[in-house]
Structures are given as C-alpha cells and as structure tokens.
C-alpha cells in the first residue's frame, strides 16, 4: 500500500518562502507520477504542480514562476518550493501519488500566508 507523509508546512509572512516535503513508502518512486495539490477554506482541491517519472513539470499559471516541484528517487521524496508567497497561497497542501492507476494522497500539510 502507497502511503505518503507531507512536511514542512507553517506560518510565514507574505514575500517568504517555505519548502514541502513528501515522502513515499509503498510504491517504486522513480516510476510514480507525482503532484501537488491544495484546498482553501471554502475552495475544492486544485492541483498546483505535476512532476512525472521523466521528470517533465507542469504549474497551474497562479503559482508559475513562484514555486518549483522537484524529486529525489533516491531518497522517495517530493519537494514543492514555494517563493514570493501570498496570502492566496494558505490552503492545506496535498501530496498526490498515481501509481498502477490508482490514486493516493497524504494527509495534508497546512501553509498559512499572512499579510
């Protein structure tokens, strides 16, 4: 069974940084395609960034430029930097997983941008 652990969220003024983590178990890392997503109060889940096992990235246009998704197979581990941080930025952030066509999210990692 695929479980993910997120890390590295917390509170940071508007113009900072902060780096996620997530850490796979359960699946063959190298060959997973991987995703960020998050969820404002109110708001439905959107996805913030793809990265696929060849490493190709994608970034919805609110986050292009601010942020960069990265992995390292060798340690089962998703980043997600996030720069120039805003207050729309605060949602709880999701690690997603998509392995053998199934998929799999962590538990979420709260970021909260203040003014």
């Known amino acids: 069974q695929v479980q993910l652990v997120e890390s590295g969220g917390g509170l940071v003024q508007a113009g900072g940084s902060l780096k996620l983590s997530c850490t796979a178990s359960?699946?063959?890392?190298?060959?997973?395609?991987m995703a960020w997503y998050r969820q404002a109060p109110g708001n439905e889940r959107e996805l913030v960034a793809t990265?696929?096992?060849?490493?190709?990235?994608n970034y919805a246009s609110s986050v292009k430029g601010r942020f960069t998704i990265s992995r390292d197979n060798a340690k089962n581990t998703l980043y997600l930097q996030m720069n120039s941080l805003k207050p729309d930025d605060t949602a709880v952030y999701y690690c997603?997983?998509?392995?053998?066509?199934?998929?799999?999210w962590g538990q979420g990692t709260q970021v909260t941008v203040s003014a």
């Open positions: 997603n997983a998509l392995w053998r066509r199934q998929e799999y």
């Open positions: 359960g699946t063959i890392f190298s060959l997973t395609d």
């Open positions: 990265i696929i096992s060849g490493s190709t990235t």
